[in-house]
């Protein structure tokens, strides 16, 4: 017994799969996050993202070392952890 009765059912079908596929992968491209020694690393962008901030605040921050940062040839990274430390540390418990 045939699975598909002609070229166009199939093709079809393959063509759904392909898409759901990409999909796929377009949604855990855009949410990775690469791991290195059990450490997680943002891009600028990221952290613009999850503090609120403007780019220039995050330049600011830099500039006046509150916010630790790698810089690899041009590109600047920012630990995970670093940014939950900073919050934690100015952290202002409601009374």
């Known amino acids: 017994m045939e699975l598909f009765d002609n070229d ?30 059990g450490e997680i690393y943002l891009s600028g962008e990221d952290v613009c993202k999850l503090l609120h901030i403007s780019k220039r605040t995050l330049q600011q921050y830099r500039d ?21 430390t900073l919050l934690e540390q100015n952290y202002i418990a409601k009374s």
């Open 64 to 84: 006046d070392s509150i916010l630790p940062y790698i810089q690899i040839g041009g590109k600047i990274i920012y630990k995970e952890s670093d940014i939950l």
């Open 8 to 37: 166009a059912e199939e093709i079809a079908y393959y063509k759904r799969k392909f898409d759901e596929l990409r999909t796929r992968m377009e949604l855990i491209l855009e949410n990775f996050r690469p791991v290195f020694n």
